[in-house]
């Protein structure tokens, strides 16, 4: 299976993005003499090193480029940095006040999508580079791509996206109206927009357009006469008074007032109730209530997962409008680099590389530059309408640059949308707000001194040590967390520097093998059953045998199992990730129902559950919320019910989905929510997954926030949920998830650390892995090590109830759960738990029985297995996914094929 089936498998999150930038404009001061460094380079041969911060979770992304340019240039080393260790925060924190300075003071290059400001001081202006470099052709760059600010070109584009309209074609093929194309005008989108509106009596029934959130500057800017704040005078000079600006805000006003062909939602504020929920636009639209709505580029192939969605670029007025919102991301270089040179190599060679970005199924970017663009085969491989609206976007682009001004326009447009004020009143408001934010802006900028690039020698001293690469693809989702390790373990063994490194998430498969590729030694989950892999991995027995100190009884039985084969020990346990379930106390205590407790049944579970439903519709209780990716919570309980989803009396298995055990857990799972509505249902259905997930995700934690889920599944590494504000409040109790009468998997999956076979650091990663082995803070989840698992030290760390629920999980588990069956040789499998849960989604919204549905997705999956025999596919992706063309072309779209 490929990394993005195992990801979606074992657990999906789901974030809501928000296309385009912040409409919030950052203060931008009057340009200023940038500091200059004078240039440490010459013709000598000393190594140059160039440091590149770029997110956490993209450092092993660049990997295999950082190793192309320096054979390139054998002079110049790049050293990558993760700007969470720059900053010093966790991946999910935000970024401090000062992280702008603090990351340009610490880099050479850098990308744009992090906080930059005050671009003339701290900032290198790349024009000259650009001009000088003959290796590269301005006339490369797509039209509008190479964006400036006051004249200066500070940010190197590498890649375009595109906010586009999206349609539902049913929608318009049912109203008999043509879809739009490339091209059409915003008189087409407003006919459009009221044909496909929809009322009964005094209620609309589908909009004709809907936006996810207000975002006024995409309508307007664009089809303005001249820029609305014009940067060539001295001040700022806005101009929110003039006529074409009054038109435009007009035109937009009225989609929501006069024609009531969009719905407005008055945006959340500072005093809304902290809950994590999606934008009452963004519910629309996935629900199916919109005719056409806009959404970035990168999303056409989740929202098309049905093949019904179609897309074009943003209407334009004139042959010449630029009205499609474009962002591009690309790098920067440091005003304080001592190696501006060096430093424009590397961002000129990245330029002209295929992004490493990575998106789960979703549309790469375009990249910036023409001939990477045609070289990648981006414009052969686009679904062709989503290319045609790309094309013609390119050509007529809208790249908004945020100055000070820009702000009082979106509540020039709340105000009059909420009746507040007048078109008049609002503009002459919004005029006077922007001038004083220009003045605000000015009168804030400050001087900064000049500075230097951190240099890695002063920053690590000591270069004589050896280096070990640390990849991290499991166990912690911050890395700073073992790099904070890494500082302890090198106060005990001075003579090792522990690099840590995210994977390269770019690789089609994040196997145990790839893995060992790039690293001397890592952490990842269990799956050593492929011969293959295992010929990748160091045997750990004779450092087992060596080590007088090192005990392996000290490991859970259950867990070591997962890591040993053929006689040997390939890995070594990190952790279990049991899911538990947290529980609202409150609630117990207001319905008399007692707390669970370890070894609780599953009809304790049920008699808890329903005592804890309360009220109907949006306002209802659930007295069990289940994962918002479904499918997780789904099979844990259908285990627990005895299902037997695995038939494996041939040679090569194949599901039992009409297997008894599995019609009669399937039908005990549905009705859960269809027949004692203890339980919300989440998307099961691949069809469902794509647009509604993120959906799910948000309504899920908005139900644990706001007091209306009794019971709720956790996963390991989710320890404390997403909610906002409300959680922390909360008196949350955790319990192990109640056994079944045919018991269940205690943990969900396992991770353990490995060697690779070929690295020169044995000793060293051995010392290295142990040393983790034995901290709990190391884990997110059950340490493997029994007297760590059991110390005072973890059980304070985490809470001693949580501590007590990890500890029930593993205590009379033999095996991990039941996605071990879909693991290692089986990994082939995992399209049949998607067929699974489509026959769920059949079965919920009544359109088919158990049996019926659970006989389709047998068939599906047997014609499936059939294919995979018949071309030796398993152990081979490619074979996999055209297997998977064949037999359902939605599910392979949905993976990304």
Not at 41 to 48: A, F, L, M, N, W
Not at 173 to 179: F, Q, S, T
Not at 235 to 246: L, S
Request: aromatic share 10%; charged share 20%.
């Amino acid at each position: 299976m490929n990394t993005k089936r195992l990801f979606l498998l074992i657990f999906t999150l789901a974030l809501v993005a928000c296309g385009g930038k912040d409409e919030e404009s950052t203060p931008t001061p009057e340009p200023t003499q940038a500091p200059v460094v004078d240039s440490a380079e010459s013709d000598s041969d000393e190594p140059i090193t160039i440091r590149f911060a770029v997110n956490e979770f993209s450092l092993g992304n660049y990997a295999e480029l950082v190793t192309a340019f320096e054979e390139e240039h054998p002079n110049i080393n790049i050293r990558l940095i993760s700007t969470q260790e720059i900053l010093d925060i966790g991946i999910s924190e935000p970024f401090p006040d000062d992280a702008a300075l603090r990351l340009v003071q610490s880099a050479d290059v850098l990308s744009n999508n992090v906080p930059l400001e005050n671009f003339a001081q701290t900032l290198r202006d790349l024009t000259p580079f650009l001009d000088s470099d003959s290796s590269m052709d301005a006339a490369d760059f797509y039209p509008n791509a190479l964006a400036t600010t006051d004249g200066a070109l500070y940010v190197l584009p590498t890649t375009l996206d595109f906010n586009l309209i999206y349609y539902d074609k049913a929608k318009f093929d049912e109203a008999g109206l043509a879809y739009p194309e490339p091209g059409w005008t915003w008189d087409d989108f407003r006919t459009l927009a009221n044909a496909l509106t929809k009322r009964s009596g005094d209620e609309v029934t589908q909009w004709g357009f809907a936006e996810a959130n207000l975002s006024p500057l995409n309508y307007i800017i664009g089809r303005l006469d001249s820029p609305l704040v014009n940067t060539n005078t001295d001040p700022y000079t806005p101009r929110y008074e003039d006529d074409d600006v009054a038109a435009a805000i007009d035109w937009y006003t009225s989609l929501y007032l006069d024609d009531q062909v969009a719905p407005y939602f008055e945006p959340q504020t500072a005093d809304s109730p902290a809950s994590f929920q999606a934008p009452d636009g963004f519910q629309l639209i996935n629900d199916g209530k919109a005719a056409m709505w806009p959404d970035v580029s990168a999303n056409f192939a989740f929202r098309n997962v049905d093949g019904n969605t179609g897309v074009v670029p943003f209407p334009v007025d004139s042959a010449d409008s630029g009205t499609t919102p474009m962002f591009s991301q690309g790098l920067v270089m440091s005003a304080g680099t001592v190696n501006p040179a060096a430093a424009w190599e590397w961002i000129s060679f990245l330029s002209s590389q295929e992004q490493p970005d990575f998106a789960f199924g979703g549309t790469s970017s375009l990249p910036a530059r023409q001939s990477v663009a045609n070289a990648s085969g981006y414009w052969d491989d686009i679904d062709p309408e989503l290319g045609a609206a790309i094309e013609f976007a390119v050509n007529h682009a809208l790249d908004i640059d945020f100055v000070p001004g820009y702000g009082p326009l979106r509540d020039a447009v709340i105000d009059i949308l909420n009746g507040d004020k007048t078109l008049e009143d609002a503009l002459a408001d919004a005029q006077t707000a922007a001038e004083d934010d220009i003045a605000a802006a000015e009168s804030e900028s400050e001087t900064i001194e000049p500075f230097t690039v951190v240099s890695d020698s002063a920053e690590n001293g000591d270069g004589n040590r050896e280096s070990i690469i640390f990849t991290v693809a499991g166990g912690a989702f911050d890395l700073g967390q073992y790099r904070d390790l890494a500082n302890e373990f090198e106060t005990q063994f001075p003579d090792y520097d522990i690099e840590v490194r995210a994977p390269n998430f770019n690789q089609e498969t994040l196997d145990l093998a790839t893995l060992a590729q790039g690293a001397d030694c890592f952490i990842s989950q269990a799956g050593i059953t492929d011969p293959q892999f295992r010929a990748t991995l160091l045997p750990l027995n004779p450092f087992v045998d060596a080590d007088a100190a090192f005990d392996l009884d000290d490991f859970y039985p259950a867990l070591l199992n997962q890591f040993q084969d053929q006689g040997q020990l390939w890995g070594l346990p990190a952790e279990l990730n049991p899911t538990v379930l947290e529980y609202n106390r409150e609630l117990f205590d207001a319905a008399g129902v007692d707390y669970p407790e370890p070894g609780w049944s599953i009809g304790d579970f049920l008699d808890a559950a329903i005592a804890l439903t309360a009220g109907d519709g949006e306002f209802k209780t659930y007295g069990f919320v289940p994962d918002a990716f479904e499918l997780n919570t789904m099979l844990l309980m259908l285990e627990r019910q005895g299902a037997q989803l695995v038939d494996e009396s041939d040679e090569v298995p194949t599901m039992a989905f009409t297997d008894p055990s599995t019609v009669e857990a399937l039908r005990w799972y549905a009705g859960l929510s269809s027949e004692l509505g203890i339980k919300p249902a989440f998307a099961t259905d691949p069809a469902d997954l794509g647009a509604g997930g993120g959906t799910d995700f948000i309504e899920r934690e908005g139900m644990i926030d706001e007091g209306r889920a009794g019971m709720w599944t956790t996963f390991g590494p989710q320890v404390g949920g997403f909610g906002l504000g409300n959680r922390e409040t909360m008196d949350i109790g955790v319990a192990s998830m109640p056994r079944g009468r045919a018991g269940g998997g205690g943990f969900t999956s396992a991770n353990g650390y490995y060697i690779n076979a070929d690295t020169q650091q044995r000793r060293g990663c051995w010392e290295w892995i142990t040393f983790l082995s034995e901290s709990p803070d190391a884990v997110t989840g059950l340490p493997g090590r029994i007297s760590v698992a059991e110390s005072a030290e973890y059980r304070n760390k985490v809470g001693a109830e949580r501590a007590a629920a990890y500890l029930a999980s593993i205590s009379d588990a033999e095996d991990s759960s039941i996605f071990r069956l879909f693991s290692g040789e089986n990994d082939w499998m995992g399209p049949g738990i998607f067929w699974l849960g489509r026959a769920h989604a059949e079965v919920i919204d009544g359109e088919l029985t158990v049996e019926e549905a659970l006989e389709n997705a047998q068939l599906m999956f047997e014609d499936y297995r059939a294919c995979i025999i018949a071309n030796d596919g398993i152990g081979n992706g490619d074979v996999q996914d055209e297997c998977l063309e064949e037999v359902d072309p939605s599910l392979n779209l949905f993976f990304g094929g």
